[in-house]
């Protein structure tokens, strides 16, 4: 008996039972599973075309040599939640597959793109053949998106003067199990640090 390996298997087994039904399409460098009762094929192609657009750009602005496949699955929503566990503010997830939860997704949204690219640019990192700390790894991600800490600034001077940031040594692990308004802080954070690293 070993908690992690049973939470493990207990999460294998709920993704077999759900992707037993999925739908499947194939692009160069993705795999794209999606429910066929809440998205359509026309969509699906829709979000791999973006998908490969995003590859091009973050293999030019960020890695040589990303990883050659990667798999990603559009959830319904509860089902998103049912099988990460994640954080009721989490928008989606990179935990080795990007899973994305549908919304009632139509077509691909800026939103979308912007999660698709953030999620995108996590499965880059996590290419490399080193850790990457959780707060370079937002931080970039969010950079990736289109993201500026300017919005924050005003956010960000308060943390400052009533001594509220996270020190960074305590963000290096994922931010999934942290609280919504701790999470908050902590992309602010990353974003801002990261910003100031690129300029």
């Not at 087994?13 to 026309?42: A, M, P």
Request: aromatic share 8%; hydrophobic share 40%; with cysteine.
């Amino acid at each position: 008996p070993h908690a992690e390996m049973s939470r493990s298997l207990d999460k294998a087994q709920k993704e077999l039972r759900v992707h037993d039904q999925l739908g499947e399409l194939l692009s160069t460098h993705f795999i794209l599973r999606y429910d066929r009762k809440v998205s359509d094929q026309q969509l699906g192609q829709q979000i791999l075309n973006t998908l490969e657009t995003l590859y091009s750009q973050l293999t030019t602005e960020l890695l040589s040599r990303p990883p050659a496949t990667i798999v990603v699955i559009l959830y319904p929503d509860q089902t998103f939640f049912d099988i990460t566990r994640a954080a009721s503010w989490s928008g989606a997830v990179f935990d080795g597959k990007i899973r994305v939860p549908t919304k009632g997704l139509t077509g691909v949204t800026p939103v979308l793109r912007a999660t698709l690219i953030h999620e995108l640019t996590h499965a880059f990192i996590a290419a490399l053949p080193q850790a990457c700390p959780a707060w370079f790894n937002e931080g970039l991600a969010q950079l990736q998106e289109g993201e500026s800490s300017v919005p924050l600034r005003k956010m960000l001077e308060q943390l400052r003067q009533t001594d509220r940031f996270i020190p960074l040594r305590d963000l290096q692990a994922s931010f999934s199990q942290l609280s919504e308004a701790t999470a908050d802080i902590a992309y602010a954070q990353s974003l801002s640090v990261t910003e100031y690293l690129v300029k």
